[in-house]
C-alpha cells in the first residue's frame, strides 16, 4: 500500500467525517479526496469539517497505522469490496448512508475475495443460549462448507452474543470470516472480547471505516451496520428482541436488496420477539438452518436439486404467484426482486417467498450479487420441459 | 329433538356412507335424505351402500343414542353450525369433503352458538412440552376472554398432545370448548383421554359425524380434520411434525377460506418443522400469541386500537401490497380474501399478510364468518381522514 495524495487524502476523511454522513458524496465523486480535502483546510468557517481537517496531522495518522499495522483500503484498489458501492445508490436510514471514504483493516485475509461470497449473522447482544447455539452452528456450517456445501464468508459485528457466536463457529470450522467494526482497529472492542477480536485479526480480517484512535458512537454503530449488510449477499437475523440493532441491519439488507433472512424461536423468547416480527410484516424470509441459507443464498447451478425430473409436474404444483414470479424472469441474464415484482405484479413479501421455493425447486439461482436468474435448464412462460 | 323421516333418514345414512364421502351430495340437496335412503335400499346392486342400508335397523340406532345421552343435529335446526355448509361449495381434499349428513352431539353446550365464534388449536400428537405449553395457554387465553378480550370457543380433536393441552387450557378457564371426534361418540377415545373426554361431554359439547358404535378410522381422521377447520373461524397450528394431521387441518382451512395460523418455535424442534414449512410457504401466518390470534380474528371494531388518532399518516406507512389490498375493499359489506386478491392483484399469501398488519392497524375487521369488511371509521381509495 503506497501513500498517494488521493489514499492519504481519504484516510484524513475519515477523521474528520463521521461514519454514515454522506453529504460529502457528490462532490467526492467529482473533485476526488484531495481536492474535498483541501477545500476544508481552506475554508474560512469555523465549523467542525474544517476545523478537523485544518488540525490534523496526516504524518501522526499514518504513523498510527503502521504502529497498529493496520491497512487503508480504497476504492479501485484490487482489495476493495465493490458491494459496497451500492450504498451510492440504495438510499439513507436514519439519516445515513454512503460508502465509506475507505476501509481500514488488518490480518491476512482479503476483504474483496471473502466477501464475494459472504453471508453476514447477526443478533442480539442479550442473546438466549438457544440463540448462540444457533449462531454458532451456523457459523460452523456456512463457514466451514458442511457436507460439501460450498463455503460462505460469515460477516459479523464482533460485539457479544450472536455475533461473537457466529465468528466463533466460523473459526472453529476454520472457514472465512470479516469482523467489521465500529471504533478504531488499535483497540478491541468489545473488552469482554479481546481475545475474539485477536483470533480475527490473527486469521482473517477485521475491518472498520472508522480510523485508529477513535472510540466507536452510538452513531458508529448504526453507521457499522450498513457496512455488514453491504458487504453480505443475504444477513440472516438469529434473534432480535422487538427493538434491536439486528433488526437496523436487517432494514440495510432490505434497502442494498440483500437476503433478508430470520430464525424463528420460542414464542415466550423476548430475544425472538424481532425475529418473529420480521417474518410476520413479511420483511424476512423463515430459516431454521444452513439448508435454508444455503438455498437462498446459492448461486447459479448449485442448488443440489435433480431439475430433469418431472419438471412439467413440478410447475404445475407451483402457487399462483409462484408461477407468475418464475414467469416473470427474462429468458437470459439476471434480474432483481423489485424488477420481478412489477412484472410479475406479486408484492416484494410475497416474491421473497417465491423465490424461495423456486430455488429450493431448483428453477431459478441466485447470482450471489442479489439479483436472481433460471437455473441452466428451466425456461419461463411455458411448462417445463425435460430438455 | 324429534325422529322426523328426514332426520332419521340423514342418522341412517351417518351408518351407510363412509365419513368425507359426498358422492351422495347432490342427490341429497334435491331429492331429501329419506328419498335417498330409500333408493338405496330399493337398489337390487350388491354394493355396500345398498347392502348397509338394508341391513341397518333404525330402531336399533334409534335406542343407541338415547342409551348414549346423544342427540342427532340436521341442517335446519337451531343448533345447526351453519359454517359447515361452506363445506359444500369448498371442494375437495384427499378425495374427501361435502357437508356432514347431521352431527352426532352430547354436552350442555349448544353447538351453533358456541362455533359462532371459534378457534381451532390443533397439532402433533407427539407434542413438546414446550407446544402443550403454547396450546394451554391459548386455550386458557382464548376461550377465557383473558384481559377483557372476546372469548373465543376452542375447537379441537381430543387427541392427545396438543389437542388435549388446547381443551384443558379452556375448561381450567372455565371456556367454551368443542371437541371434535372421528369415532362414535358411545366410547371415549383415545383411551388415555377419556377423563377429557367426560369433562368436554359433561362441561361443554363433543361432536361427530360418525355414529355410535363406529370405531374411528384412518379415513375418519382426515375427514374429521375438514369438520375442526369448518366449524372454525381461523386455525391455530401449534406444532406439527414434516408430516402431520395437523398440516392436513391447516389445508382444510386454507380451502375453506378460514384464517390459518401457526406459531414458531426451537428450530431444532421436529414437532416445529411442520409450523416453519407453513410460514415459510405462506400458507400460514405467523403467530406468537393469543394477542395475534385476536387481532387476526377480531370481528368488526373488537380490535383495540384507536382508529381516530393520525389515520392519514397511517395510511401512508403501508406497504405497497397493503395499500392495494385495503383499497381493493368494497365501502359497504363484506369480502373475502379470493376477492381481495383478485382485485389487489396480490397473491393470497401476501392478502393474509396485508390483512393481518391493517387489522392490527385497525384500519379493517373481520366479521368473524372468514370474511372482511372494512373498521367503521376506515374508507379506502383515499387517505384516511380523522371522521
Not at 178 to 189: E, F, H, P, Q, R
Given at each position: 500500500?503506497?501513500?498517494?495524495?488521493?489514499?492519504?487524502?481519504?484516510?484524513?476523511?475519515?477523521?474528520?467525517?463521521?461514519?454514515?454522513?454522506?453529504?460529502?458524496?457528490?462532490?467526492?465523486?467529482?473533485?476526488?479526496?484531495?481536492?474535498?480535502?483541501?477545500?476544508?483546510?481552506?475554508?474560512?468557517?469555523?465549523?467542525?469539517?474544517?476545523?478537523?481537517?485544518?488540525?490534523?496531522?496526516?504524518?501522526?495518522?499514518?504513523?498510527?497505522?503502521?504502529?497498529?499495522?493496520?491497512?487503508?483500503?480504497?476504492?479501485?484498489?484490487?482489495?476493495?469490496?465493490?458491494?459496497?458501492?451500492?450504498?451510492?445508490?440504495?438510499?439513507?436510514?436514519?439519516?445515513?448512508?454512503?460508502?465509506?471514504?475507505?476501509?481500514?483493516?488488518?490480518?491476512?485475509?482479503?476483504?474483496?475475495?471473502?466477501?464475494?461470497?459472504?453471508v453476514a449473522i447477526v443478533g442480539s447482544r442479550a442473546s438466549s443460549s438457544y440463540g448462540e447455539r444457533v449462531g454458532a452452528d451456523l457459523g460452523v456450517a456456512l463457514a466451514g462448507?458442511a457436507?460439501?456445501?460450498?463455503?460462505?464468508?460469515v460477516?459479523s459485528g464482533g460485539a457479544y452474543g450472536i455475533d461473537a457466536a457466529a465468528h466463533r463457529g466460523a473459526l472453529a470450522a476454520?472457514?472465512?470470516t470479516?469482523?467489521?467494526?465500529?471504533?478504531?482497529?488499535?483497540?478491541?472492542?468489545p473488552?469482554g472480547n479481546?481475545?475474539l477480536?485477536?483470533?480475527?485479526?490473527?486469521?482473517?480480517?477485521?475491518?472498520?471505516?472508522?480510523?485508529?484512535?477513535?472510540?466507536?458512537?452510538?452513531?458508529?454503530?448504526?453507521?457499522?451496520?450498513?457496512?455488514?449488510?453491504?458487504?453480505?449477499?443475504g444477513v440472516v437475523v438469529v434473534e432480535a428482541a422487538a427493538r434491536s440493532g439486528a433488526k437496523?441491519s436487517a432494514?440495510?439488507?432490505?434497502?442494498?436488496?440483500?437476503?433478508v433472512m430470520a430464525v424463528p424461536g420460542p414464542v415466550y423468547s423476548v430475544t425472538s420477539v424481532g425475529t418473529h416480527q420480521l417474518i410476520r410484516?413479511?420483511r424476512a424470509s423463515l430459516v431454521t438452518g444452513p439448508d435454508d441459507v444455503w438455498?437462498l443464498?446459492?448461486?447459479?447451478?448449485?442448488?443440489?436439486?435433480?431439475?430433469?425430473?418431472?419438471?412439467?409436474?413440478?410447475?404445475?404444483?407451483?402457487?399462483?404467484?409462484?408461477?407468475?414470479?418464475?414467469?416473470?424472469?427474462?429468458?437470459?441474464?439476471?434480474?432483481?426482486?423489485?424488477?420481478?415484482?412489477?412484472?410479475?405484479?406479486?408484492?416484494?413479501?410475497?416474491?421473497?417467498?417465491?423465490?424461495?421455493?423456486?430455488?429450493?425447486?431448483?428453477?431459478?439461482?441466485?447470482?450471489?450479487?442479489?439479483?436472481?436468474?433460471?437455473?441452466?435448464?428451466?425456461?419461463?412462460?411455458?411448462?417445463?420441459?425435460?430438455?
Open positions: 500500500m503506497t501513500w498517494d495524495e488521493e489514499r492519504l487524502a481519504r484516510a484524513v476523511l475519515t477523521c474528520v467525517v463521521d461514519p454514515g454522513d454522506d453529504r460529502l458524496a457528490g462532490l467526492l465523486a467529482r473533485e476526488g479526496a484531495a481536492a474535498v480535502l483541501a477545500g476544508l483546510r481552506a475554508s474560512h468557517r469555523d465549523d467542525v469539517w474544517p476545523r478537523r481537517a485544518r488540525e490534523l496531522d496526516p504524518a501522526c495518522l499514518v504513523e498510527r497505522t503502521r504502529a497498529h499495522g493496520l491497512r487503508f483500503i480504497v476504492p479501485g484498489d484490487a482489495e476493495w469490496p465493490t458491494r459496497l458501492d451500492d450504498l451510492a445508490r440504495c438510499g439513507q436510514l436514519n439519516g445515513m448512508g454512503g460508502v465509506p471514504f475507505g476501509l481500514w483493516a488488518t490480518g491476512p485475509g482479503d476483504v474483496a475475495a471473502m466477501s464475494a461470497q459472504a462448507g457436507s460439501g456445501r460450498p463455503v460462505w464468508t460477516v476454520r472457514g472465512p470479516i469482523g467489521v467494526y465500529a471504533g478504531g482497529l488499535d483497540v478491541a472492542y473488552l479481546a481475545d477480536f485477536e483470533r480475527l485479526r490473527g486469521e482473517c480480517v477485521v475491518v472498520s471505516e472508522v480510523p485508529p484512535g477513535h472510540s466507536p458512537s452510538r452513531r458508529g454503530f448504526l453507521a457499522r451496520n450498513r457496512l455488514i449488510a453491504a458487504l453480505a449477499t437496523n432494514a440495510w439488507a432490505d434497502l442494498l436488496h440483500r437476503v410484516d413479511g438455498a443464498l446459492a448461486p447459479l447451478g448449485v442448488a443440489d436439486v435433480d431439475v430433469t425430473r418431472g419438471q412439467a409436474r413440478l410447475f404445475d404444483r407451483l402457487s399462483h404467484d409462484q408461477q407468475a414470479v418464475f414467469e416473470a424472469f427474462p429468458a437470459r441474464g439476471t434480474t432483481t426482486v423489485g424488477e420481478l415484482s412489477v412484472r410479475s405484479g406479486v408484492p416484494m413479501a410475497g416474491c421473497h417467498a417465491a423465490l424461495t421455493a423456486l430455488v429450493s425447486l431448483g428453477l431459478i439461482a441466485a447470482s450471489g450479487d442479489g439479483t436472481w436468474r433460471l437455473a441452466r435448464r428451466a425456461a419461463p412462460g411455458r411448462p417445463v420441459g425435460p430438455g
